[in-house]
């Protein structure tokens, strides 16, 4: 793994998993979207995952011109590198998910490298009362539901956002046999170091949130990149703080934000993602370790640069 003596604090501020029952502080909006991710920018974090969503119900979207709604303010009011997704929301065809990205041409895209169950169907029991009637059935869906990134899909978003655009990946790995896809596409040359790897645990379907995980994880890409990648890690729900300070230690970097889990104690809901982003970052200064500037990710990662975007 590359070391650095700098920690970066990735902040997903809405994602497509989460709905507005679950949280009154889920931002919704692209006026939401935009102020909570200033405000993560300013507390800490040097990348902004970004999703989207329909402003008058909440569910999620793929529509370029809503990101093109809050895009632009970010970028004039941050320095933050901004990460558009390729996944969306569940259930979403492949031309949908890349709609953004084609618009936007942005310095980083999150990149899911296999198809998997991706179960939330759990939480559909959850409320007895929903705020819009798509919430329930798009969680209770996902008992049957396959989120795809074929061998030819993941080669497909590499040839048309990662050649085109000159726009690197975020390798999203919920398994320790995505590494393996990943380290395919590195023997074919498609892809080109550093690698930015996102370990994800926790999330029904991929694998769990268990600290001899993430070091194995951590060993089998040793393995398969070498000094060719930076691990950061995402762990969802009440793992999600304890996870990240493992990663840190390990040199790690760290991902938080209110698509990866709503709360910012046991019980107690976070109230923005700002919240989230000063908890890991006063844990990673009490360790002793520095957060990197958004200036600095971009070195660590090779990226283009925000004056090369499409925003």
């Not at 793929?62 to 569940?90: E, H, W």
Request: negative net charge; glycine residues 10%; contains cysteine.
């Amino acid at each position: 793994m590359r070391q650095s003596d700098k920690v970066i604090i990735t902040c997903a501020v809405t994602g497509g998993v989460h709905t507005p029952t679950m949280s009154p502080h889920l931002p919704i909006t692209p006026d939401q979207i935009a102020d909570q991710s200033i405000a993560a920018a300013e507390a800490g974090a040097a990348i902004l995952h970004l999703h989207a969503r329909d402003p008058a119900t909440g569910k999620p979207s793929q529509n370029p011109d809503t990101f093109m709604a809050f895009l632009p303010r970010i970028k004039q009011s941050t320095d933050a590198v901004i990460n558009v997704t390729t996944g969306g929301g569940l259930g979403m065809p492949l031309e949908d998910r890349l709609a953004p990205a084609h618009r936007t041409q942005p310095e980083l895209v999150s990149l899911n490298m296999g198809t998997m169950n991706f179960g939330i169907f759990h939480l559909a029991n959850r409320y007895t009362e929903w705020q819009h009637d798509w919430e329930q059935p798009y969680l209770a869906q996902t008992d049957d539901l396959i989120y795809p990134n074929t061998f030819r899909m993941i080669d497909r978003i590499i040839s048309e956002v990662g050649d085109a655009y000159g726009t690197r990946f975020e390798f999203e790995c919920y398994d320790v046999g995505h590494l393996y896809t990943l380290a395919h596409f590195v023997r074919e040359g498609r892809l080109k170091p550093p690698y930015f790897i996102q370990f994800i645990l926790g999330v029904m379907g991929g694998i769990g949130a268990d600290p001899d995980h993430l070091t194995h994880l951590r060993q089998t890409a040793d393995k398969l990149f070498g000094d060719d990648y930076l691990m950061s890690c995402i762990a969802v729900g009440k793992h999600q703080m304890p996870m990240l300070t493992m990663s840190a230690v390990m040199g790690g970097n760290v991902r938080v934000g209110l698509e990866d889990s709503l709360y910012i104690d046991r019980g107690r809901l976070a109230v923005s993602n700002a919240e989230q982003v000063t908890r890991i970052r006063e844990i990673i200064e009490r360790l002793g370790m520095s957060i990197a500037t958004p200036a600095e990710a971009r070195a660590m990662l090779d990226l283009k640069g925000g004056d090369a975007v499409g925003f």
